[in-house]
């Protein structure tokens, strides 16, 4: 089983401090929600984030939307051999069951998450996604994998094929990967760091090297195809 951490993922609701900026209440009034009950987004919020905390990184739920749908929707997930778990920058973890359907409409996929982050659980009768206050650290431990891989812009050099090929040699890996536009982790993101380009990538396309890659080095018997 190949477990994929999105890690220390921009999706947020907007923060107290910018729900009373005139960007953020037009926006909630447009949707027909208070402010405090909107997805912190950089399209629609980029004036307001400039009064945040690292506000030039912030508001990006789009990465997570790319990443699930490539994840999901991957061959690897359809066999049952992928986990996916998203973990904000709040410490908050979203599990993810393997037969989610991800809305490929981005306004809806917001929606999505708003209701997520207030109900706790969506579907309530079903829990496809769920979310729980809990660091990157505690997520990790609760995993147990028996090898942990960072990717990053400044790992070790690895073709995508070879890396695919090491990570069959394990049980249970772990891949992290940043869920934030640029800049390092935030959390504390232990592993064995690994560059699949020599160029930054985008989340999702390292999403989907590494899932593909991993695909095509299971042997045959463990993957049908």
Not at 13 to 33: C, D, F, Q, T
Not at 165 to 182: D, K, S
């Amino acid at each position: 089983m190949l477990h994929i951490v999105i890690a220390d993922a921009e999706l947020e609701l907007v923060p107290e401090k910018i729900a009373e900026h005139p960007a953020v209440l037009s926006y909630a009034r447009r949707r027909g929600r208070k402010p405090g009950e909107v997805l912190l987004d950089a399209t629609y919020h980029h004036s307001a984030m400039k009064e945040l905390e690292e506000g030039d990184r912030r508001g990006r739920p789009d990465i997570v939307h790319f990443c699930l749908i490539n994840a999901l929707e991957s061959i690897l997930n359809k066999e049952g051999r992928l986990r996916v778990y998203v973990h904000t920058r709040n410490d908050e973890v979203m599990y993810v069951k393997p037969e989610t359907r991800i809305p490929r409409n981005y306004n809806r996929f917001v929606g999505l998450m708003e209701s997520l982050f207030r109900k706790g659980a969506v579907p309530p009768d079903l829990s496809l996604l769920r979310l729980e206050s809990k660091s990157l650290e505690e997520l990790i431990a609760e995993i147990n994998p028996d090898a942990i891989f960072v990717m990053h812009e400044r790992g070790e050099s690895r073709r995508p094929a070879d890396f695919g090929r090491e990570l069959t040699g394990y049980t249970n890996p772990l891949v992290i990967i940043g869920g934030f536009p640029h800049g390092d982790f935030r959390s504390r993101a232990e592993g064995r760091r690994i560059s699949l380009y020599k160029k930054p990538l985008m989340a999702w396309t390292v999403l989907n090297e590494v899932v593909v890659s991993y695909e095509n080095a299971l042997p045959s018997e463990k993957f049908i195809s």
